[in-house]
């Protein structure tokens, strides 16, 4: 990528968000062992990532697995803590089990605590949803969150970028959430900023441009975006390495936070329970070793965002 087209397409980026962005993460439902956290095991994450990346937001990808949402409520309002929860519309089963949770749970007591709700994970990426229908399930469960609770939902950068979710941005949401891995991009480590902020850029001007302004957009995040350390699998070119972890974290990560994006890290803790997945090519991948701290929430590198 030309250094030049990157700096025209993230002019219009740099004169629409403020400065400094948030810096959440991504955190899952279960201990190493596999099994399911209880509310003290949220509190002892929350206070692992305010003490070593002075982070006070977390998000997730369902409310009633594990009983997410009944145990990491309470632990956020004691932490001083907000979440955003998830809600899996690709299955009625799912969909029922995670509105129920978030009518039983995140009731008024906890709307400080509950910052958004994000319906759906990459469904247009899959396909799984046409922009209007996924829009529909968006609106069905904003209209049993309490007043104040914001609901949109995440998807792959180049699905904003390329308008299939152009429905979903007119139809007024309250948040949107594109999902950027120069990773995931087969990008080695030397180029992985530039394709990450270039992703980034794409997803956002295009959202700003279709909701008729940066403020009339609704409030936007880079959703997941991180690199696997050392014992993860290798994409091509780019490789799993808690070296180029660091260096992702503290050019990329940072780096559109002093930008003024909003940014979700994937992930804050290791998941060894985890199984290889299988991709297309037959090959499995260790999904293991995302996290910012191993499963012992200890920092696998300083994760303070210097100066710049």
């Known amino acids: 990528m030309r250094l030049t087209s990157l700096v025209a397409v993230t002019a219009t980026l740099i004169t629409a968000v403020s400065a400094g962005g948030r810096l959440g993460f991504s955190l899952g439902t279960k201990k190493p062992d596999g099994s399911c956290k209880t509310q003290q095991d949220y509190e002892d994450d929350f206070d692992a990532i305010k003490t070593n990346a ?13 009983n997410v949402a009944q145990n990491i409520l309470p632990a956020a309002k004691a932490k001083g803590v907000q979440v955003m929860l998830g809600v899996w519309p690709d299955t009625d089963e799912s969909f029922n089990a995670d509105k129920e949770a978030l009518q039983k749970y995140a009731t008024e007591e906890f709307a400080k605590q509950l910052y958004g709700v994000t319906v759906g994970s990459e469904c247009l990426y899959r396909g799984n949803f046409t922009g209007e229908q996924l829009l529909d399930k968006i609106n069905e469960v904003k209209r049993i969150l309490p007043k104040g609770v914001k609901c949109g939902t995440a998807d792959s950068w180049n699905k904003w970028a390329d308008g299939t979710g152009d429905a979903i941005v007119k139809g007024g949401v309250d948040l949107i959430l594109a999902n950027g891995f120069a990773y995931w991009q087969a990008t080695p480590i030397a180029n992985a900023s530039a394709t ?57 990560i940072c780096g559109m936070l002093t930008w003024g994006v909003n940014v979700f890290m994937f992930e804050a803790i290791d998941e060894p329970w985890k199984p290889d997945s299988v991709g297309q090519n037959g090959q499995s991948a260790d999904e293991k070793h995302w996290g910012a701290m191993g499963a012992d929430r200890k920092p696998k590198f300083d994760l303070s965002c210097k100066p710049v």
């Not at 008729?212 to 799993?240: D, L």
Request: net charge negative; charged share 15%.
């Open 54 to 66: 002075n982070s006070t937001l977390v998000r997730g990808y369902s409310a009633s697995d594990c």
């Open 196 to 252: 990450y902020f270039y992703d980034m850029a794409s997803a956002i001007a295009h959202i700003q441009t279709v909701a008729g302004g940066p403020e009339k957009a609704p409030e936007i995040y880079n959703g997941e975006t991180g690199w696997p350390t050392t014992g993860g699998s290798s994409y091509g070119p780019a490789q799993a390495s808690t070296d180029d972890a660091e260096i992702y974290y503290s050019q990329s």
